[in-house]
């Protein structure tokens, strides 16, 4: 099992529409998770940042992190065209040296149709 | 503050050539990555320097050496490349070894 699975689409959906992109992970260290956007061409870009579980919202954005099933979550609402691109999770725990760096998912492609 | 930059843009090598993919950061960061993207396999680390003066190897490091040149530069040096380094390289500095910020990328094709 890797230690972190995330589905990678393509997930189509119409503008307007709410979105859930998930990922799971098994190691019950990882403290630190964050979501990336990708569009297409570039690099990733940081969309949000939570410490431990809970939920965080920005705008249009939820993360949620359940530690107790180790999965976390990303809802988007109001969908829009400009929102398709792929999304990364990653995380990690706390620690440094090679046990330090993020641990990423593979991403999920998400286009939104007008 | 232009963040993280990566030069070249892209680059066509053919077997055997070397080059060195240069990044740099503005952000007074400690730590800096590089990482390489291929279709369907995600993002792979190859190399990080988690401070300035230590460089330590990633999930694919065969192929590749790196410089951490000082507290702004991390350089990515392939010696002899083949054609399974055809990929997208990405660059990203962090505070400490937490929270990353990419640079656009690099797009290298080895023929």
């Known amino acids: 099992q890797k230690e972190v699975e995330q589905d990678p689409g393509p997930l189509s959906v119409p503008e307007g529409a709410i979105v859930s992109l998930n990922c799971t992970y098994s190691n019950s260290a990882f403290q630190y998770f964050m979501w990336y956007r990708q569009y297409s061409r570039k690099g990733p870009e940081l969309l949000m940042y939570t410490y431990s579980s809970g939920n965080k919202e920005d705008g249009r954005f939820t993360a949620q992190v359940d530690k107790s099933s180790k999965y976390i979550s990303l809802f988007i609402r109001d969908s829009q065209p400009s929102d398709s691109a792929t999304y990364l999770c990653?995380?990690?725990?706390?620690?440094?040296?090679?046990?330090?760096?993020?641990?990423f998912g593979k991403g999920t492609k998400l286009s939104v149709k007008p | 503050n232009a963040g993280v930059t990566q030069t070249p843009k892209f680059q066509v090598l053919k077997t055997g050539q070397s080059m060195t993919l240069q990044c740099a950061q503005d952000m007074n960061h400690n730590s800096m990555y590089w990482y390489r993207q291929d279709p369907g396999m995600g993002l792979r680390l190859i190399y990080y320097s988690a401070s300035e003066g230590t460089t330590d190897k990633g999930e694919v490091p065969n192929g590749y050496n790196v410089s951490r040149l000082n507290k702004r530069e991390f350089s990515l040096r392939l010696e002899s490349a083949a054609p399974s380094q055809t990929s997208v390289y990405f660059c990203?500095?962090?505070?400490?070894?937490?929270?990353?910020?990419f640079g656009p990328g690099t797009r290298l094709t080895v023929l």
């Open positions: 990203a500095s962090s505070l400490f070894q937490d929270t990353q910020y």
């Open positions: 990653a995380m990690k725990g706390n620690y440094g040296g090679s046990q330090g760096n993020l641990i």
